[in-house]
Structures are given as C-alpha cells and as structure tokens.
C-alpha cells in the first residue's frame, strides 16, 4: 500500500474519532442543562523546512489538535476551547463553557444557525492530496529551488527557501444533528533573494500554494521567477509627486478585493463601522464588473460543502453589473442585520472577479493590461495597514514599476498610493486574464483610473 493510501486511511480513522467525540460532548452538553450546543475539532500537521545558502536552517514537524466548545442556555453563551483530547481536558472546557454561560448577558442574536439551513449534501471536492515527502527530499528540493535562483548572474545573497507540506481534518457538530466532516491539503514553496549594485540593494520572492503537489510550478521555474523579481528592482527610483492611473498586479489586486469583503462583512455592517454600510443594492462599481463567490470549485483553496456553522454553501454573486448584490453574512450578524445568513460564517469560498472592460471582448492579458495603462504606475507591493474601512480612505507605501506607453521603463520605490475606496472600486478600467490561482480570492490584475503617488 502506498504512503498516500496509508495517509487516507489514517484521515478517516481521525474524522471517525472527532465526530465520535464531538457527539459525544454535545449529548454531555445537553445533559447539563445546555439548550444548544456546537463543537469544532480539529487534528493538523505538517512539515515545514528553511534552507539558507544551501544550508539547512530549520526542520519543523507539526501535530496541532484544536478542540472548542460553545454551549447556549437560552440566549447565554459561553465558549472555551482546548488543545488536549484527552477525556479530562475535554470534561474540564465542558464545565468552563457551562460556567462562563452563566454569567454572560442574553444576546437575541445568539444561538445556532437555522436547522434547515444545515449542509445534506457534501460532493468530493478534491482536497485531499497528501505529500508523500520525507524531510531529506524536502531539504533537497529546498536547495534546488534556491540554488536555481543564485544561479543568475547579479544575484548577491539569499533570505532563504522553505518547503511546506500540511494536512487537515476537522470537523463541526452541533445539537441540530449535524456533523460536517473535511479533510485538506495546502502545500508551499518559496525563496527569496537579494541582487546588489553600485546603487544599492533590493529583495524580492516568489511562492507557490497548491492542493496537491503534483500542480506546483518546477524548482527551476520558481528560483527564476524570483531572481527575474529580484533583478527588476535594481536602479529603483522615486518619483515626484503626481496623480495618474495605477495598475495593481494580480498579487496586490486581491487585496483591494480583501478590503471589499471587509466592508461588506456583517461584523462591520452591525457595528455600523463600514464605509459601505445600507449599500446593498446599490451601484458601487462599473455596470460590466461581476463577482461570483463558488464554494465547490474542484481543487479550491477556498472550497467547501459547508461553513464554520454547518450552513450549506453555494453559488453566489456578490457583484452583479456592479451593483452590491448582498452582504457577507454568517448566522450572528445576520440576526443582528434582520437579514439570512449567506454561508459565509468563518470567511468567503473562492471569490472570483470576472476578467472584463468597458469596451466588451477578449480579457486583456498582463502586457495587454500594461498598454492598457499607458502611462502610469505598475504596483507589485504594498507596505503598511493604512487602509480604514469605516471611511473608505486608503493609503499605502509602495513599490513597483513606472510604465510609459505600454512599457515598464524603470523600477520605482519609496512611494505612497492614495485614494478612497469607493473612489477606487468605481473607478476601475479593467480586470485582467492573469489570475492569481494561489489564494481563494481570484483575481487579475485590477486597473484604477486615478489615485494620488506622493513621493518627492
């Protein structure tokens, strides 16, 4: 039998045995006087290696277990949680979740999310891909991805490599009769480096995230994406200060989409404390921009049958024509809100931005996107958290590229980019074909009309 096999084999035995518990601490939960009760447990590990100059810096092997309990009496909660399984640790954050339900005040939007909104159906999403790798061979790959990278001439000094193989079950049970099994897969690998000149220094990466290890890009492809990076940087310039159209890498866009869904989170909807607040079905971006949220995308990073409270998930557009079609609700929040919840407890499932422009036809690919952009500012990094979502206002260091008719001409760095966000959504010109696969937010690059560069 093969190590993948054994690997399968022992995941289900694990789902087994937290589903057994997780039953059996809510039937002990119900006993004790709790009206509901959910449970989450979880068992992770992993192997994670750093390499340095072709020298190993670090072997980490991981074995994680996660264990939380939320009780309800009534409309009191109290929740606790443990990282040991064993009967008395379980018994003991039992009786903490009861005791601290007793002294908490009744909130009318506690409790389970509705019965029949519960998950009944949960297809093979293809998730489960383990790395039959051993730490020898990942000390070796992590040297072959950094030495392809030194390889290139200009290249003065490495920040490392590193090789992650990680597996997950878990599994959410609550007193509603629902148990909801998952098992998962992440692998990574990455490196860094530095190139030097008469001018100075810089640093630049690359990663590569996958389900199954069979997708990511060779050692070869990954050290020379990363040199290539790294060596674009050399001769940086800043710039005056100016305003002009800025072109987000892919990267860098799924961050403008980030702050989306956090203005549109039922967590900052009810704490009033959004700039998009009672925008539900309004116009908040162009008339041909769409984004669809898919939960069951074969392989997705954020794929899922259900959420953190058993809530089915499905397909579902967020913006349509560039309208706000909802909001971005688990069971809480959407009590607080007088709304449904939307699935979407515990984050969203593989939110894709549809590639488009004004002008109708083919998605323009990354050069296409730079012609597109003219003149103007290529980002592809950004520095700091001056992004405030109750008021929309962004700004943030950043580094990148100064274009002119299409064409990258020179590095740039020691700038700052600023806008509001809702200027920024409205103002989008296109969505490019070049998607990031490596996040559950998938997106090309993003192009803004306008934003301000202050620099010199």
């Known amino acids: 039998m093969s190590d993948v096999a054994i690997s399968q084999d022992a995941s289900q035995r694990e789902l087994d045995r937290l589903a057994e518990l997780a039953e059996d601490v809510i039937r002990r939960a119900r006993a004790a006087g709790a009206s509901q009760a959910e449970v989450s ?48 640790s379980i018994q003991a954050t ?23 909104r519960m998950a009944t159906q949960f297809p093979d999403l293809d998730l489960w891909h383990p790395w039959a790798i051993d730490t020898p061979q990942a000390i070796a790959l992590g040297q072959e991805i950094e030495a392809a990278g030194r390889a290139h001439a200009g290249i003065t000094n490495s920040d490392g490599a590193s090789v992650q193989m990680g597996e997950s079950v878990s599994v959410y049970a609550n007193s509603h009769g629902f148990v909801g099994r998952e098992r998962g897969t992440r692998h990574s690998l990455s490196v860094a480096l530095i190139a030097g000149d008469e001018a100075g220094m810089q640093r630049d990466y690359w990663y590569d995230s996958v389900r199954s290890a069979g997708d990511f890009m060779s050692a070869r492809v990954l050290g020379d994406k ?10 940086a310039r800043r710039l005056s200060t100016r305003q002009s159209a800025v072109l987000f890498s892919p990267e860098i866009a799924r961050g403008l989409i980030g702050h989306l869904i956090g203005a549109v989170s039922g967590g900052a909807l009810y704490r009033r404390a959004s700039f998009l607040l009672d925008h539900a079905g309004k116009q908040i971006m162009p008339t041909w921009l769409n984004i669809v949220e898919y939960p069951h995308l074969q392989r997705g990073q954020g794929s899922g049958a259900f959420d953190a409270e ?30 449904e919840s939307t699935g979407n407890a515990g984050g969203i499932h593989n939110l894709i931005v549809e590639p488009g422009h004004a002008d109708g036809g083919a998605a323009d690919d990354f050069n296409s996107m730079l012609r597109r952009l003219g003149t103007g500012l290529l980002v592809t990094e950004v520095m700091g958290q001056g992004v405030n979502t109750i008021t929309g206002d962004y700004s943030r260091g950043a580094a990148g590229f100064w274009v002119e008719n299409g064409e990258i001409a020179y590095p740039v760095e020691e700038i700052t980019i600023a806008a509001n966000l809702r200027d920024m959504y409205t103002g989008i010109v296109a969505v490019g074909g070049d998607v990031d696969k490596r996040s559950h937010l998938l997106t090309g690059s993003i192009l803004i009309d306008r934003m301000t560069i202050a620099g010199e």
């Open 41 to 88: 447990a979880s068992i992770d590990t992993g192997l994670n290696i750093n390499v340095r100059l072709g020298e190993v810096e670090t072997v980490e092997h991981t074995r994680d277990r996660g264990f939380g309990l939320t009780v309800y009496f009534g409309k009191r909660k109290g929740s606790a949680s443990t990282a040991d399984l064993n009967a008395d």
């Open 310 to 339: 058993g809530v089915a998930t499905r397909d579902s557009t967020l913006i349509e024509n560039g309208v706000l079609a909802r909001y971005v609700l688990g069971s809480y929040s959407a009590r607080k809100l007088g709304l």
């Open 94 to 116: 039992l009786d903490q979740a009861c005791a601290i339900a007793q002294y908490t005040e009744e909130d009318e939007a506690s409790g389970l999310a509705d019965a029949a």
């Open 226 to 235: 990363a040199a290539e990076r790294t060596l674009a940087r050399l001769g």
